[in-house]
C-alpha cells in the first residue's frame, strides 16, 4: 500500500473520528440544553402550583402548613418552618412541620436576626461547625444542614423561610437556594393577602376608637355563649360598664379628652380580664364583658377589680389631674336570664341601679333598690 494511501485513510479517520467526537459534544450539549429547560418548565410548574393553592385559602395557619409542606417536600427537606414578624421585628407567627411553633419558641437573634434585619441568605452543611449560628433555644429539634431565606413584600422583611436537614446526600445547594427564594416570594404574596383579609375583618368586628370588639360582633359573641351554657349547663356573667359624668367631662375637657378617656377606660377593661372574656364598646360611654364560664360571685369579684382600677388611675390633662370612675351592673345566666336578650336587660337594669344609687360602684340585678 502506497504511503500516500496510508495517509488518505489515516487522515479519513482522524476526520471521522473529529465528527464523532463533536456529534458526541453537540448531543450531549443538547441534552443538557433538554434537561435545563425540562428542570425550568418542571420549577415553574411547582412554583405556579404552590403560588395557585397558598391562593386557595386565606386561614393563615392552613397558609403556613401548606407554605412548610411544600417547602419540606421540593427541598427533600426533614423539616421546615416559616415565620413571620411584624414592623418592630416580633415574631408574630412560627410555623414548623412538626406543627404550629413545633414545641419551640424563638427569638429575632442570632441566626434568624441575620436573615430578618440583615437580609441575608444562609447555607451550612453543619451548623453545629460554624459558632455563628446562634438565637435558637436549647430544648430547639436537632438540626445539621440549614437553608434560610428571607421572605421580603415590598421591599421589607416580613418573615423567614427555612429547610434543615436535605435528605439525600450532602446539604442544600445554590439551585435550592435559589428555588427557596422563589418560593418565598409567592409565599410573601399569600400572607398579605391573608393579612388584609384579617384587617378587613378586624375593621368590619372592632370599634375604630377603642380598639374593643363592636356592638354587632358584641351581640353575635353573647348569642354564642349564651348557647354554649345553656347546652353545657355552665353559667355565663355579663357586665355593663358606664362611665360616670362623662358628658360632664365632654363639657368641661372637650370631646378630644374625652375620645382619651374611652381609650383608657378600654385598657383598663382589658387589663383586668382572662384571654377568653370578651369585651366590647356597647354604645357612646357604655362598655360590656362577657364572662364565659364564670359565676356570679366571680363576676362580681371582676367587676370590683375594673372599678377600682379605674378609680386608681389617674388621667392629666392641660396640667389638671382627673379621676374616671365607673358603674357597673352584673347579671348571671341562667340565674337572673334565660336568654341572651334577658341577660343584657338584667345587667343594663343592675347599671342603672348603680348609676341611681351614687355611681362608682358595682350593683346586681339581685339587688333591690334601697336594699
Known sequence: MSTFLVIILTISAILLMVSAFLQRRFIERRRIEISGYL????????????????????????????????????LKAEKAAVLLVDRYRKITDFYTSLGPSGGCKSEVTGTIEKVISGYETIRTEDISLNPGFVGFPPNHPEIKSLLMVPIMLRGEVIGALMATDRKVTGGFSPEDEDLLLSLSFHAA????????????????????????????TFQERLKEETERARRFNTNLSLLMIDIDHFK???????????????????????????????????????????????????????????????????????????????SVGVATFPDDATSKDALIESADKALYLAKRTGRNRVCSFREKPGG
Do not use: W
Open 39 to 74: 428542570k425550568t418548565i418542571r420549577e415553574l410548574t411547582i412554583l405556579n402550583e404552590f403560588s395557585a393553592a397558598l391562593h386557595e385559602s386565606l386561614e393563615k395557619e392552613k397558609v403556613l402548613e401548606l407554605i412548610v409542606d411544600r417547602v419540606k417536600e421540593l
Open 189 to 216: 404574596l399569600a400572607v398579605e393577602k391573608v393579612q388584609f383579609h384579617e384587617e378587613i375583618l378586624m375593621m368590619a368586628s372592632t370599634d375604630g376608637l377603642t380598639g374593643l370588639n363592636n356592638h354587632r
Open 248 to 326: 360632664a367631662f365632654n363639657d368641661t375637657y372637650g370631646h378630644v379628652r374625652g375620645d382619651e378617656v374611652l381609650k383608657r377606660v378600654a385598657c383598663i377593661i382589658t387589663e383586668n380580664i382572662r384571654s377568653i372574656d370578651f369585651a366590647a364598646r356597647y354604645g357612646g360611654e357604655e362598655f360590656a364583658v362577657i364572662l364565659p364560664q364564670v359565676s356570679f360571685e366571680g363576676a362580681m369579684v371582676v367587676a370590683e377589680r375594673i372599678r377600682l382600677s379605674s378609680e386608681a388611675h389617674v388621667i392629666k390633662l392641660n396640667g389638671d389631674e382627673a379621676v374616671v370612675t365607673l
